[in-house]
């Protein structure tokens, strides 16, 4: 059996613990939100590193996300944040397995 004072303690502990995580929760909510605020481009302009010509570019050549309403532009930073990651580049080890798995398909479709 568990001493009285051992549960107290055990339920203090607890308690603190829910606290904290009631907290980080609480502040990743508020970041998300954070992020579902309309950006302007000179805030992209800073995320992403690109200048305000390049970015220009992007949204005439319909390349990346945006919105524009009343001819302003506004860019969302969670969408901003996919686009950038369409455009990872395969490793040279991720390369030669996808090129072992197609010539391994090749000889399989042959015989």
Same mark, same amino acid.
């Given at each position: 059996? #568990? @001493?009285? =004072?051992q549960t107290?303690?055990?339920v203090?502990e607890v /308690? %603190?613990?829910?606290?904290e995580?009631k907290a980080l929760?609480?502040?990743?909510? =508020? %970041?998300? &939100?954070?992020?579902d605020? @309309? /950006? !302007?481009i000179d =805030? #992209?302009e #800073?995320?992403t590193g690109?200048a305000?010509p390049?970015?220009y570019?992007? &949204?005439?050549?319909n390349a990346? @996300?945006y919105h524009? &309403?009343?001819g302003?532009?506004f860019f969302?930073?969670s969408?901003i944040?996919?686009?950038? %990651?369409?455009?990872r580049?395969k490793?040279n080890?991720?390369?030669?397995a ?5 010539? !391994?398909n090749?000889?399989? !479709? %042959?015989?």
């Amino acid at each position: 059996m #568990i @001493p009285f =004072e051992q549960t107290q303690q055990d339920v203090a502990e607890v /308690k %603190k613990d829910l606290k904290e995580l009631k907290a980080l929760y609480l502040q990743k909510a =508020e %970041k998300k &939100v954070e992020d579902d605020d @309309p /950006k !302007s481009i000179d =805030e #992209i302009e #800073i995320m992403t590193g690109f200048a305000k010509p390049t970015l220009y570019g992007y &949204v005439r050549k319909n390349a990346m @996300p945006y919105h524009k &309403v009343n001819g302003r532009l506004f860019f969302f930073k969670s969408e901003i944040r996919e686009w950038i %990651k369409q455009g990872r580049q395969k490793t040279n080890l991720e390369i030669d397995a996808d090129a072992d798995t197609l010539l !391994s398909n090749k000889r399989k !479709s %042959k015989r």
